[in-house]
Every structure is written in structure tokens, then in C-alpha cells.
């Protein structure tokens, strides 16, 4: 009989996954030709016990192992599954963010699936599997590591727990710690890959580049903003043209009704809805606004310009953290979207917003996509760059979900 030994003997041993399965497609064929409907997984089983391993999963787990991957070098039609490692960012904590795992079948792990026929890895994979694993939301997407087999992708992604009506797991039982933790807690269970791989993770989101950022930014949002059916969904946002009115329309807040024409810049306008949808809502109250955009895809900026040619001499690329206009032109009120730049940035983002865009006396409007961590608030945020929060929007309130975070407004003194 074939002796078995505990995980932690078993990953010491060197498996070669792609001999485990050209071994287990053999045994198939000899067993087949007694039983013809045996099926590939009794094969699995019966070469992973006699390889030692308890089940085949046990030792897929401990075969697996991942070196780190960039975009460029990815044959995306050959990936069959995908894994994500997920953080929750978090700027009061030392390490800067949390991992989030989810308990199956007794163990912690991390949202890992097959790829479906017809799924785009990046926009709808990365996005599909952490929902569906754990109720997980991705923000920020980066690759990670990829198997020898170059078949398996493993991502970072940031994110939160997700409470809008997509489809989506709800009960899913959460863990989250620091990196640190995170990586023993692994260990401990007996997964050394995945702890590895998690320890990679955290490494790679503490020392991304902020250009590799931004191309990741990129890749995550354009494509799926340009594919979008309708305008508010463009602008990346789920939900119904009413959902929109409920969760944007009160930063039409922030208008100063004391000025009756006035200009309004958004940044990282997307395809322009958001400054076409304030000119409508300013209206309503009187205020006759000059819509004005600035994203960092050119390709956004092209959309905005098709959709809203009557103002497409109004819309830029370019990079909100640096961005100028052209003729040094200000902005009455100046709204950004603060997640889509990394927080070690805000600062940097604000003081430069009020020195050379935001108009002296204008308003600076800082906001956030959906529920956050009270620490990712714009209030908190303002709070602690020290600075005076001036004013605050209605915070959004959306059918069916809690009350989210206000945005908030400085006035450039
Ligand atoms: C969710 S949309 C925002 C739509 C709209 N401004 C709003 O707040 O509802 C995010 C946009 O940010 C853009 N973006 C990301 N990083 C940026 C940066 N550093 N500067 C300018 N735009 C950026 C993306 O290309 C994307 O179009």
C-alpha cells in the first residue's frame, strides 16, 4: 500500500505537475480499457496517492509555483485560470492595506476560478472571480505571477467588500490582516505557495511604479468604459441612469449658487458625463456652468469629445496630478474622483490642484466611487493632509444600499 505523508513532507517533495498529469492521462487509458467510463479524476486521485499526496487538489497545491509576470509578455488566449490576491487599502495603517481571504472547504485561500469561454482575462475575469468567490469589488488591477505552464494568471487587485446588485456571493466568511499575518496564517495551514505568492503580492504593490500604475489604470478602465452601453456606465459607473442622479447628482452641492455663470473642470472625466450631467443639474438651480474635462486615456478624451461635440474643444488628456491648462486658464469649481490616484499621492494632487488649476476663491471637490473605509472618507482624507474642509455634499443615498461618504469642498483662499 502506498504510504501517505502529511503536507508538509509533500511539499518538500518536487512534484512536476506536467508529469502528474501526463501520468494521470495514461492510468486513464489503462483503466479505460476495463472500465471504459472511468473518469479522469479517479486517474487524478489514484496518481496523487501514489505520489503521496492525500487528493489530486493537495497536489496541485503543492506543485504549483509562480514567477513574476508584466502585460506585455502575456499570451492572454492561452490563460485558463485566474487568481486574484486582494487588498483592502488602508492609509492610517503602517503597512498601508489588509489582505482579504475567504474560508473553503476548512481553509483560507484566495478567490481562484477557471476562466469562462469568452471572458476578457483583464476586464471581466479579475473582475467575475472575486465577486463571485467572496463578495470581493476590484478597483486597481495588476498582474502578478504567472505558472511555468504560462496558463494560470495571478493578480493584485484593491479593492472592497462589494454591496451593489450584481451578481455576486454575500456569506462568504472573510478574514483580513496585515501582509504579514497573512503570510503566516498561510504557512501555518500548510500553504507555502500561496503564502509565497501573497508575500509577492504585497511586495509588488509596495513597490509598483507609479508609471506601471497608471498603465494598469489604464488597462483596467478603458476598455471597458468604451464598451459600456449606456453614458453613466462609460463613466464607470453600475447602475441605472436614476442610480446615477441618486449617487452623483448631489455634487451638484458644491456649486456656488453666489455665482450665476461659472466654469467647472472634471478630472478624470471619462467620457465626459459627469461634467455634461452637472451642467444639467447646475441649471436647475439657476447657475449656468461651462463643463470642461481632463482624463489621463486619450482614448476617454476622443469619446468625450464625439459625445459632447459642442464642447469638444473643452476636454484634455492628461494626468491630473501635473495637469495645467494650456493657457494657464482656472477653474471655478474642480472636481476629482481621489480614487483613481494612489493616496501616497493626494497631497501632492491637492497642493498642486490649488496652486495652478483651481481658480483663487474657486472650489476644489474631492470625491469617492461608493462605499469606502471611513480612513478613504474625502472628509479623513482633507483632515489629514490639514486642511479645512469647507463644505459638504448630501451624502449619496442609493436605493437598497447604506448611506456613503460625503464629498467634500476646499475653497482655494
Ligand atoms: C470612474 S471614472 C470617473 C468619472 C467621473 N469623473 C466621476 O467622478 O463620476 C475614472 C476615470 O479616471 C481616469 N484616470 C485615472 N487616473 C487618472 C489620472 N491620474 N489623471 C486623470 N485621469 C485619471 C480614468 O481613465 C477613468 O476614465
Redesign the pocket.
Known amino acids: 500500500m502506498t504510504e501517505h505523508v502529511n503536507l508538509e513532507q509533500a511539499r518538500k517533495r518536487s512534484v512536476n505537475l506536467e508529469q502528474a498529469r501526463k501520468r494521470a492521462r495514461e492510468l486513464l487509458s489503462e483503466l479505460r480499457r476495463g472500465d471504459p467510463t472511468t473518469k479522469l479524476t479517479t486517474a487524478q486521485h489514484q496518481v496523487a496517492r501514489d505520489l503521496g499526496f492525500a487528493n489530486w487538489p493537495v497536489l496541485v497545491r503543492a506543485a504549483e509555483s509562480f514567477v513574476p509576470a508584466t502585460p506585455e509578455t502575456i499570451d492572454w488566449r492561452r490563460i485558463t485560470r485566474v487568481s486574484t490576491v486582494c487588498f483592502r487599502l488602508d492609509p492610517e495603517l503602517a503597512a498601508g492595506a489588509l489582505v482579504a481571504l475567504y474560508r473553503h472547504d476548512g481553509r483560507w485561500v484566495i478567490p481562484s476560478d477557471q476562466r469562462l469561454p469568452g471572458e476578457d482575462v483583464w476586464d471581466d475575469s479579475v473582475l467575475r472571480i472575486p465577486l463571485a468567490r467572496m463578495g470581493f469589488r476590484r478597483q486597481g488591477t495588476h498582474l502578478l505571477a504567472i505558472d511555468p505552464e504560462r496558463r494560470h494568471a495571478v493578480f493584485w487587485i484593491d479593492g472592497d467588500p462589494y454591496r451593489g446588485s450584481r451578481p455576486h456571493r454575500s456569506d462568504a466568511e472573510w478574514w483580513t490582516g496585515s501582509p504579514d499575518e497573512a503570510v503566516a496564517l498561510l504557512t501555518d495551514q500548510g500553504d507555502g505557495a500561496l503564502a509565497r505568492l501573497v508575500a509577492l503580492a504585497d511586495e509588488s504593490r509596495r513597490t509598483m511604479s507609479y508609471d506601471q500604475l ?1 498603465a494598469d ?2 488597462r483596467t ?2 476598455g471597458a ?1 468604451l464598451r459600456a452601453a449606456t453614458p453613466q456606465g462609460g ?3 453600475g447602475g441605472s441612469a436614476d442610480d446615477w442622479r441618486d449617487a ?1 447628482g448631489v455634487l451638484v452641492d458644491a456649486v456656488d449658487t453666489r455665482r450665476p455663470v461659472s466654469s467647472f473642470l ?5 467620457n465626459g ?2 461634467a455634461a450631467s452637472m451642467v444639467d443639474w447646475a441649471a436647475e438651480r439657476g447657475v449656468a456652468l461651462t463643463p470642461y474635462g ?4 486619450p482614448e ?1 478624451v476622443e469619446r468625450a469629445r464625439t459625445l459632447h461635440p459642442q464642447w469638444a474643444e473643452h476636454f484634455w488628456a ?4 501635473v ?1 495645467r491648462h494650456p493657457d494657464g486658464v482656472r477653474f471655478d469649481l474642480v ?1 476629482m ?1 481621489l480614487d ?2 494612489p493616496m501616497d499621492r493626494w497631497a501632492q494632487l491637492v497642493d498642486h490642484l490649488l496652486a495652478a488649476v483651481v481658480a483663487p476663491g474657486g472650489r476644489l471637490l474631492l ?1 469617492q ?1 461608493g462605499p469606502v473605509r471611513p480612513a478613504m472618507a474625502p472628509d479623513a482624507v482633507v483632515t489629514r493632509l490639514g486642511r479645512q474642509v469647507a463644505g459638504r455634499c448630501r451624502p449619496p443615498q442609493r436605493k437598497d444600499r447604506p448611506a456613503e461618504a460625503p464629498s467634500v469642498w476646499l475653497v482655494n483662499e
Do not use: E, M, N
Open positions: 497608471v489604470t489604464r478602465l478603458v468604459y463613466s464607470g459607473f452623483r472634471d478630472l478624470a472625466c471619462a458625463h459627469l481632463v482624463d489621463i486615456a476617454l492628461g494626468d491630473a496630478v495637469w472636481h474622483l483613481v490616484v470625491s466611487y
